[in-house]
């Protein structure tokens, strides 16, 4: 309103002034106010010239259209209005200057309303002058995983013989320690028949810091490297970054979906047709923190729909490569050590020194270095290289490295290209490498010569007409004879389960063809398939196979297969399988006119929580699970059952996934109603070849049951709170009924009445063989 105010704002705005302490257009209008009553009281409006210059109201501000529970100090001048930067800034505004006061309509992207019966002042604040928002994020404060002290030994036997074959046998073994140093483990194997009867194969030293990412390893290790770097064996020390003990943590970039809200909006994200995420929003500009359901080209549909109920969707392509890094984040390993040689023959078989370094670090969102040196005996090999998201269309990767060796020097090239989609993928890769290229791989082979190695994949989903799957490589080497294949192969499914599995490949070097054709149908449980094949030698073969699975939480399984080429005489083989909770159990024959039998058992022995537990093989990280001594308790992992606890109350978890904050629950329906548990489910993660002891605080209890009645025997109120012995509190039910646990031999009770006033009442019990004493009628004085 120009140049005049309503009454009724006027005496809203006057009183509210005055109950604040504010002037109101000086004294006289204070007084002016005050002498009317109602509005039909109010004299006529006052001209224009009658408004005072200036009016100092508290306004409630609401940005876009969003209650901020701000009462602000406003001046009013006439159609204008003027305010603190301070409050707009504490409102949420990003507005830039030092001025104290500024008028509101001097601010680009900021409109304002005034509400005079609530006393509200609205802003419409364009999206670019509010706060960004991050929804979505994936929340928690960083909890380290959990170990205690102990010990194990895994452990396999194998006893082999038949048709006029010795009897052979070996026993492979893992001797494993865990506890705050880290885990300690060495392996190796016994045999019969052979001249060294033990071959050790690795021991090492192993030790992890979560919050860095960083593992040291000491004894006998394997090179962590790039992938266009081969990896070796050295008996020595190796420090390195580790992903694999935060699983947490997203190494690769992340697609940002952002977009602005002008007013509170509810935000969804679907992408390829599947929601994935959503959130409420304030206005201004957010960006969804949502790790996308897929590894390659995807898209996404982000749909804002505002407090009315209007809707706008935005599409956004992406691609997400997880060989890349995220910006600032960096991958290294360093190692140092003597060449190991003759694995598996030999215990302790070390050669000359050697040491290796690579890196990768993520310099933006689209790129991705590395870099790569080894040294040895008169060799030094130095790379680099690069991975590149180039937009929607895939990741490039390429590399060199040159290579010093005996006076002589070598490279070797590596390009390749890789897009994916949730229908399509395609993969292509070359390798050049020169005669006299030399590395950590390399130095101790004799065929070393120049190389060529070309390869293209490809694989598409046709839907309901199954999987299709391409593939062309391409190998020239100097000594040794070049190939060329070409190969196919189709995944069909028919009705449920049932699958027909093509596949036919093609050698150009020696103009062959060969393939095979094979149905796959569910029965019993299991799988039943058969098929035909055609070897590079043109002999046609026939297959049959049967497998029945064994159960994860014990039982039978077995399988069977026989084979025949060219209608010879058909070789076979069976084998069935018991797992039970303590060993694994293998047994089965294969032959063809003679029949050659083994048997074998697999498992673990584990001594941890003061006990010794006999187990399937323990191959990671592991739990006990204790329940304080009480038997037979149902114990799920991951929702799925293991077992129950033995006559101490404990049970072996032999397989957890390292790191990974598992779900370990307990199954309280079976106990006596004597038996309490006040935790049934823990979320737990265990650090990597560690054990770690779930304790579940089972407790009997001397329970009891009982009519609590008044002086003149009329039971008390329902709601009644009863206090046993100044300690637990209960609730009296129905018709008097109470329940009590904890009871002692003497005890008192207090009820307060849920009226007013309390009573008591005493009682005792004996020993009892019930699991609920039954103590009748108590009289509460």
Known sequence: ??????????????????????????????????????????????????????????????????????????????????????????????????????????????????DAPRQILHLTVSPEKLPAQRVGGRSGAFEPARYDMGALLNYDVYVTGGAGMPVQASLWHEARAFGMGGMASTTGALRSGTVNGYVRFDSYIRWSDERSMTTV???????????????????????SRDFSVRPDVITYPLPEFAGTAALPSTVELVVNGRRIAGAQVQPGPFSLDTLPPINGYGQANLIVTDMHGRSVATAMPFYVGSTLLRPRLTDYAVSAGAFRRNYGLRSFDYGAYAASASARHGLTSDITLEMRAEFAD????????AVV????????????????????????????????????????????????????????RNDRGWERQT??????????????????????????????LVNAAWVLPLSGETRLNLSLSHEFEQKSWFGAITLSIPLGGGILSGGAARNQNGRIGLRADYSLPVPVEGGLGWNAS????????????????????????????????????????????????????VANRVTDAFAVVSTNGQAGIPVRYENQLIGETDSNGQLLIPAASAYYPARYDIDTLALPANVRAPLVSQQVKIAAGSGHVIRFAVQEVVAARGTIRDAAGEPLPAGAIARLNDGLETYVGWDGLIYLENVAPANVLQVTLPEGGSCSASFEVGASDEEIIDLGDLTCR
């Open 1 to 114: 309103m120009t140049g005049g105010i309503a009454r009724s704002d006027l005496l809203l705005v006057s009183t509210m002034a005055i109950a604040l302490g504010y002037p109101v257009a000086g004294r006289a209008a204070n007084e002016r106010v005050a002498e009317y009553h109602s509005y039909d009281d109010l004299p006529p409006p006052a001209k224009s010239s009658d408004i005072p210059a200036s009016q100092r109201l508290e306004l409630e501000l609401f940005v876009n259209a969003m209650r901020t529970g701000i009462v602000a100090s406003v001046i009013r001048h006439g159609d204008r209005f003027q305010m603190r930067m301070a409050d707009l800034r504490h409102a949420g505004l990003l507005i830039a200057g030092d001025q104290e006061l500024v008028f509101l309509d001097t601010l680009e992207g900021v409109q304002a309303d005034y």
């Open 217 to 239: 390893e000491a004894g006998d290790i394997i090179t962590r490297t790039l992938p266009w770097v081969p990896a070796v064996r050295l008996g020595g020390v190796q420090v």
């Open 378 to 385: 008169d060799l030094k090999v130095g790379g680099a290289g």
């Open 389 to 444: 998201s180039i937009g929607n269309l895939g990741l490039t990767s390429a590399s060199y490295s040159r290579s010093f060796h005996r006076g002589k020097s070598g490279g070797q090239l590596t390009v390749g290209h890789e897009y994916q989609t949730e229908t399509f993928s395609i993969g292509v890769r070359h390798v050049r490498q020169d005669a006299d290229y030399v590395d950590l791989g390399l130095i101790d």
């Open 455 to 484: 390869s293209a994949t490809a694989a598409f989903s046709l839907g309901q007409l199954g999987t299709v799957g391409l593939g062309y490589f391409d190998l020239e080497r100097e000594r040794a004879q070049d190939s060329r």
């Open 562 to 613: 026989a084979v025949s080429e060219d209608g010879d005489t058909p070789s076979w083989r069976a084998e069935a399988i018991w797992r039970t909770q303590p060993v694994l159990l293998r047994a089965g024959a294969y032959g063809r006119d003679n029949a050659v039998g083994w048997f074998g058992a697999t498992g673990s022995l584990v001594m941890m929580d003061g006990g010794l537990f």
